[in-house]
């Protein structure tokens, strides 16, 4: 599946990472996407990543200076980023904060700090009365589009946790559609979308959602 180039200067490329993809080489040697980044370039910077089932917005820096640059202001949190996800059911109506920290679970998934039934909504806002240690992971998120029994999502994670929307959807019992590793799906695809990046020093970057979240 061949990768879009959206947008190329002289220190970042920006590409529309399709679904269904890894981004590196695994060991069952289906395509990789670094391997058609690498074979534009002799030498990609990786700055960030995104799970294979996710689409949209990926950005792969020129050079180790502007690596270094970006990196920093993803660890640094100075990145806004806001995803698009098609969930099974349909969540409030309003601009919800997701305030539940996360720990490893089993075989490679992520959990909730806490147990489903401490789960509450107070204000607008979700929090877990905690029993065990996590880090902290806080995601805003605000339904727009309901269709039939799913609705679409808009999302934006203020922390950058690993699988942070998947858990924190499927936990509160909205579970992305297509997600196999959280909700035992089987959809084709993941429908979870990177739909919108701003780095700083560069105008952000947008891309349209695919048409396939609404069929």
């Given at each position: 599946m061949p990768i879009l180039t959206t947008y190329e200067d002289e220190d970042i490329w920006v590409f529309d990472k399709p679904s269904g993809i890894s981004m590196l080489?695994?060991?069952?040697?289906?395509?990789?996407?670094?391997?058609?980044?690498?074979?534009?370039t002799a030498k990609p910077y990786l700055i960030h990543r995104l799970d294979k089932g996710t689409s949209g917005v990926l950005i792969v820096a020129k050079n180790p200076a502007t690596q270094k640059k970006l990196t920093r202001a993803f660890h640094a949190r100075e990145v806004t980023k806001y995803y698009v996800a098609r969930v099974s059911g349909t969540p409030p109506a309003g601009t919800h904060i997701v305030d539940l920290p996360l720990c490893k679970g089993r075989k490679s998934r992520y959990r909730v700090a806490g147990e489903r039934?401490?789960?509450?909504l107070n204000d607008q806002r979700f929090t877990v009365a905690q029993n065990r240690q996590g880090v902290d992971a806080q995601t805003t998120f605000r339904r727009f589009k309901v269709i039939g029994n799913d609705a679409i999502v808009l999302l934006h994670?203020?922390?950058?946790?690993?699988?942070?929307?998947?858990?924190h959807l499927a936990w509160l019992g909205w579970p992305i559609v297509g997600d196999h590793l959280y909700h035992g799906a089987d959809a084709e695809r993941l429908l979870l979308h990177a739909h919108y990046l701003k780095v700083p020093g560069w105008q952000p970057f947008k891309l349209k959602l695919p048409e396939s979240f609404y069929a």
């Open positions: 080489r695994d060991r069952s040697g289906a395509q990789d996407l670094w391997s058609q980044i690498s074979a534009r039934a401490d789960i509450s994670p203020a922390t950058g946790r690993t699988h942070q929307l998947r858990v």
